[in-house]
């Protein structure tokens, strides 16, 4: 039994190894990929009509307990049949929930092609990571804006599956991606989302709420300034999201940029406070802190995880 605990202790560091060799291995049968595919189908299937409240709350409260229960009776399942079946299933399965690498690279990325192949490129290549239009973004701009993406999906693509992890394994770990990939795709304030999408936007708030505050935390204890503590007190309310100027505000006190001001977000210009004082264009100074302090943030998180896993089971 103290060699199964052991073993299981591993899981989070195993997945997470596999994370840093190989990158999130997105593709069509990735589960995330199939709750995307499942949440297209049903909103296009209930978001007509009348009562469009209650029908994207339904459709989001029955996918999340679906992902919760899938994860819970497979894991359980394989766990009677055998231990290192088991094992290996859920390394894999936390492979495929957190994301460090991925994200770290798209947002190399956008620096290195907006360096080498120009602005419309850069453009193109930020597009794939935020939710505004790009198609006017300045050099400027669109660095900020990867820098801005690092930091919110820090929180929900790192800390927050982690979190979620310690507090209820795997299960715990893919309710919450579906959480997300819900929020990402309905939770919008447009015409057609605004009603269908409004229970999802706030399930997301709360599923977010702690892990975005630890996020900050963690980025805090990498950087361990006043200005970091000074910046996350001061800004991290004037975001529009209860949750996202947590971490973004600790970026921008750590990387001394400016977060945040208008931008157009589905053909509509959104006035956001500005988070930081300093307005200037980051650069591979910059870019290199932002990225060591994300890999120390996902390395805090996952050794805190393997520590909750390991006490649970003593």
Same mark, same amino acid.
């Given at each position: 039994m103290e060699l199964q605990i052991v073993i299981i202790t591993l899981v989070p560091l195993a997945g997470f190894l596999l994370d840093l060799l190989f990158g999130d291995p997105f593709g069509r049968f990735h589960p995330i990929a199939l709750f995307g595919t499942a949440i297209y189908k049903l909103e296009k299937l209930l978001n007509r009509g009348k009562y469009r409240?209650?029908?994207?709350?339904?459709?989001?409260?029955?996918?999340?307990?679906? $992902?919760? &229960? &899938? =994860?819970?009776?497979? &894991?359980?399942?394989?766990?009677?049949?055998?231990?290192?079946i088991y094992i290996t299933v859920s390394v894999i399965l936390f492979f495929f929930g957190i994301a460090s690498r991925t994200l770290i690279n798209e947002v190399? *990325?956008?620096?290195?092609? #907006?360096? *080498?192949?120009g602005i419309e490129a850069g453009r193109l290549q930020v597009a794939r990571i935020v939710g505004r239009d790009t198609s006017q973004l300045d050099s400027k701009k669109i660095k900020i804006a990867a820098l801005e993406t690092l930091a919110e999906n820090l929180s929900d693509g790192v800390v927050a599956p982690l979190f979620w992890f310690a507090i209820a394994g795997i299960p715990g770990m893919f309710a919450y991606k579906m959480i997300n990939t819900l929020d990402s795709m309905i939770a919008y304030k447009s015409e057609r989302y =605004?009603?269908?999408?409004?229970? $999802?936007a706030y399930i997301d708030d709360i599923a977010n709420y702690i892990p975005a505050r630890l996020t900050a935390l963690f980025m805090f204890i990498v950087v361990p300034k006043k200005r970091v503590? *000074?910046?996350?007190? +001061?800004?991290?309310?004037?975001?529009?999201?209860?949750?996202?100027?947590?971490?973004?505000?600790a970026m921008a006190a750590i990387i001394d940029c +400016?977060?945040?001001?208008? !931008?157009?977000?589905? !053909?509509? #210009?959104?006035?956001?406070?500005?988070?930081?004082?300093?307005?200037?264009?980051?650069?591979e100074k910059e870019l290199k802190k932002a990225l060591f302090v994300s890999r120390m943030v996902a390395v805090i998180g996952v050794i805190i995880a393997a520590v909750v896993v390991f006490v649970k089971y003593v």
């Amino acid at each position: 039994m103290e060699l199964q605990i052991v073993i299981i202790t591993l899981v989070p560091l195993a997945g997470f190894l596999l994370d840093l060799l190989f990158g999130d291995p997105f593709g069509r049968f990735h589960p995330i990929a199939l709750f995307g595919t499942a949440i297209y189908k049903l909103e296009k299937l209930l978001n007509r009509g009348k009562y469009r409240i209650f029908k994207g709350a339904v459709m989001s409260v029955m996918l999340i307990a679906f $992902a919760y &229960l &899938l =994860f819970y009776v497979l &894991l359980n399942y394989i766990w009677q049949q055998n231990f290192y079946i088991y094992i290996t299933v859920s390394v894999i399965l936390f492979f495929f929930g957190i994301a460090s690498r991925t994200l770290i690279n798209e947002v190399r *990325d956008v620096f290195k092609v #907006l360096k *080498d192949r120009g602005i419309e490129a850069g453009r193109l290549q930020v597009a794939r990571i935020v939710g505004r239009d790009t198609s006017q973004l300045d050099s400027k701009k669109i660095k900020i804006a990867a820098l801005e993406t690092l930091a919110e999906n820090l929180s929900d693509g790192v800390v927050a599956p982690l979190f979620w992890f310690a507090i209820a394994g795997i299960p715990g770990m893919f309710a919450y991606k579906m959480i997300n990939t819900l929020d990402s795709m309905i939770a919008y304030k447009s015409e057609r989302y =605004f009603l269908f999408g409004r229970v $999802a936007a706030y399930i997301d708030d709360i599923a977010n709420y702690i892990p975005a505050r630890l996020t900050a935390l963690f980025m805090f204890i990498v950087v361990p300034k006043k200005r970091v503590s *000074d910046f996350i007190l +001061r800004y991290s309310k004037s975001h529009a999201s209860p949750n996202a100027g947590f971490p973004e505000s600790a970026m921008a006190a750590i990387i001394d940029c +400016r977060f945040g001001g208008p !931008n157009i977000y589905h !053909n509509k #210009l959104i006035e956001k406070p500005y988070i930081g004082i300093t307005d200037r264009e980051p650069g591979e100074k910059e870019l290199k802190k932002a990225l060591f302090v994300s890999r120390m943030v996902a390395v805090i998180g996952v050794i805190i995880a393997a520590v909750v896993v390991f006490v649970k089971y003593v």
